[in-house]
């Protein structure tokens, strides 16, 4: 355990110093910024760099998430509440990005479902789902 | 226009629905789509999208005829007023791309029947009609709307309604062809709404003419410069602007002929339309556009895109193919109008928006019809084609003259256009790229008239020509495509005032 416990010590001072820096004023409330690009990047790169069909799906689902995860950030109205009249409270977060991020999550799950809905039938078609034994399958007809 | 009025005058309280027009032309086909599955019926159903189709073009012309006398057509959603609310904005730059819109559906539902039947199971043919007016509903959506976000909206409802109908394609490669799009799509309305939410972050509005008033103030900032980058290439991808064209060839090729005729004419249309308007109207009070070089980098991508994939168009042996990779050739003309940002190339740009519509209808048309008959769009089948369906065939032939701007076409009324407005910048250089580039396209449409005209037809091959329902809408976008070739006045006229339209206040 010891030996484990001095592997991750060094990473451990490095997350408590990034941390720090991003609760400190110099960077106020862009941690959630990070987390957003972090998640854009990975979707992102599942999407190009993946063959299997459900995987891209899924790369796509996660850069879509991201985007609301941005929306819903830029709303956040420090020390604001939860947008309900209410006696007492003054400051309100923005309701309205969060509203239209609804509607683009809605869009997201229609998205998924004929993305997973296409996958099914690709694979009734061709008997696999991995991209590039399917570029092989169409080269062959083409030639 | 008159005309339209009279007719207008006859239906049941016409003064009480003339203010909502702008809306009911996204409303009536978006509560029509559902319809279509209560009335099951491959003829019923088809016969609600024509009815639909027909109204929704009426209601565009109108629109178009108050836009040129009166001016803008505001409309505020549920009364709410803007910035708050939606607000649907129809200045002659959206109506000139309504018209086009509604005209392509009108024309291309009587011809859909047919072929629909023809290469669709019957069990699913009422489906296609209801992807068909949802993807309408998307496609005026986007043009009518004047909220950034509500475009999103719309576009992605065109969007996932154009997937389903590409899917329905009888070859498998169909499956695929949509599963790529859909991907593609998909990465570029996300990027969009990045952009969009980055523009909210700075100005706190969604309204198109709201933010042009307030983007100038903060246009320095990285965020703006940010967003403008993310709402180019997204909607970059959706009109697929070369090298993000890789979706385009292959959906258009597999689509269902009629998908292909109707996307083909209109989809990447309204996306270019999308574009304009974000960089002309909301962004149009920035520096940005000349600023970042953007529009350096949208001559040159056009450049590449007329030559690079008219090229590989000479090499397809699948014509719908060809075609396809000639629409992308094509996009390049409408966006090396954008990049030359003049009212007068713009002008140009916008011509061949309506250009492209009516020769690029007139050819997957053709190839609808020589599918129906002989069960095939490879080259290889086509010999003799010019005896066995002669109609077909000299359909294809006006398109293809169209492609490579042969006096007396479209084609030649917007390439001189933006021939003439590149000349004006003194950017002679592009002026001889459009005409190289239309050598290239003359090679390719001589390999199909070399094929279908000069070689004998095989033995036993299958002759006769296609029911008289699709060749009289193709015969008429043919008609058309020479027609507005003569008289490119008032197509050129209304084209300009679209232009003005964008620019505004620009120089």
Redesign the interface.
């Given at each position: 355990m010891d030996g484990l416990n001095s592997f991750f010590e060094p990473l451990q001072g490095a997350w408590q110093a990034f941390e720090a820096f991003m609760l400190s004023e110099g960077s106020p409330g862009l941690f959630s910024y990070w987390v957003i690009i972090a998640l854009m990047m990975a979707g992102f790169y599942i999407v190009i760099a993946h063959d299997n069909l459900v995987k891209k799906i899924v790369g796509l689902n996660v850069f879509q998430v991201s985007v609301f995860l941005f929306y819903i950030t830029m709303a956040k109205v420090s020390g604001g509440s939860a947008p309900i009249l209410a006696e007492g409270i003054e400051q309100y977060s923005n309701p309205l990005p969060h509203v239209l991020i609804l509607t683009a999550i809605v869009v997201g799950v229609a998205t998924t479902a004929l993305g997973l809905a296409l996958v099914v039938r690709i694979r009734n078609a061709y008997g696999t789902i991995e991209d590039d034994e399917i570029q092989a399958i169409e080269e062959g007809e083409d030639a | 226009m008159t005309a339209f009025y009279v007719l207008f005058l006859f239906l049941p309280n016409a003064a009480a629905i003339e203010p909502h027009l702008s809306a009911l032309q996204v409303v009536i086909p978006l509560l029509a789509a559902p319809i279509c599955v209560v009335l099951r019926d491959p003829k019923l159903s088809w016969l609600w999208a024509l009815i639909v189709s027909w109204v929704v073009f009426f209601i565009s012309l109108v629109i178009l005829g108050k836009v040129l006398a009166e001016g803008v057509i505001t409309y505020e959603l549920g009364g709410w007023p803007p910035p708050w609310g939606i607000e649907y904005r129809v200045d002659a730059a959206n109506a000139f791309v309504l018209v086009i819109v509604g005209l392509i559906g009108a024309i291309t539902l009587p011809y859909a029947r047919a072929s629909v039947a023809r290469e669709i199971p019957k069990a699913r043919i009422y489906l296609f009609y209801l992807m068909y007016l949802l993807c309408l509903t998307g496609l005026l959506g986007i043009t009518v709307t004047g909220d950034a976000?509500n475009l999103?909206?719309f576009l992605?409802i065109s969007s996932?309604s154009s997937?389903?109908m590409i899917?329905l394609g009888s070859d498998?490669?169909a499956?695929?062809a949509?599963?790529r799009y859909?991907?593609m799509g998909?990465?570029g309305?996300?990027f969009y709404?990045?952009g969009v939410?980055m523009m909210?972050?700075m100005t706190g509005s969604?309204n198109m003419a709201d933010l042009s008033t307030l983007l100038p103030a903060v246009e320095e900032t990285r965020t703006v410069l940010a967003a403008f980058a993310f709402i180019v290439v997204g909607l970059g991808l959706k009109m697929a602007i070369f090298p993000l064209h890789t979706w385009l060839p292959n959906a258009y090729a597999y689509a269902p002929s009629v998908a292909t005729v109707f996307l083909a004419s209109t989809a990447t249309k309204v996306a270019i339309y999308a574009l304009l308007r974000l960089v002309f109207t909301v962004f149009g009070g920035t520096t940005l556009f000349a600023v970042t070089g953007v529009q350096e980098v949208l001559i040159i991508l056009a450049l590449a895109a007329i030559f690079a994939a008219a090229f590989v168009a000479v090499f397809q042996n699948d014509i719908k193919r060809m075609l396809a990779y000639s629409s992308v050739s094509q996009i390049g003309y409408m966006v090396l109008g954008i990049g030359l940002a003049t009212t007068q190339g713009l002008t140009g740009g916008l011509v061949h928006l309506f250009n492209h519509a009516m020769m690029k209808g007139t050819a997957f048309m053709a190839m609808g019809a020589i599918f129906y008959v002989i069960g095939s769009v490879q080259l290889k089948d086509m010999a003799g084609l010019g005896r066995r369906m002669p109609i077909s065939m000299a359909a294809f032939l006006v398109a293809g003259l169209s492609l490579f701007g042969t006096p007396v076409t479209v084609g030649f009324i917007s390439k001189w256009q933006l021939a003439q407005a590149s000349l004006a910048l003194g950017w002679w250089y592009i002026a001889v790229g459009i005409l190289l580039a239309s050598l290239l396209a003359i090679a390719y449409v001589w390999r199909v008239v070399e094929v279908t005209y000069m070689e004998p037809p095989p033995e036993g091959a299958p002759k006769g020509e296609a029911p008289v329902s699709m060749l009289v809408p193709m015969l008429i976008m043919a008609a058309a495509t020479i027609w507005f070739g003569i008289d490119g006045d008032t197509t050129l006229s209304v084209a300009q005032a679209a232009a003005e339209a964008l620019m505004g206040d620009q120089p």
């Open positions: - | 976000f999103f909206v992605e996932l997937y389903v899917a498998r490669r499956l695929t949509a599963f859909l991907i998909t990465l309305a996300t709404i990045i939410g909210y972050m969604l």
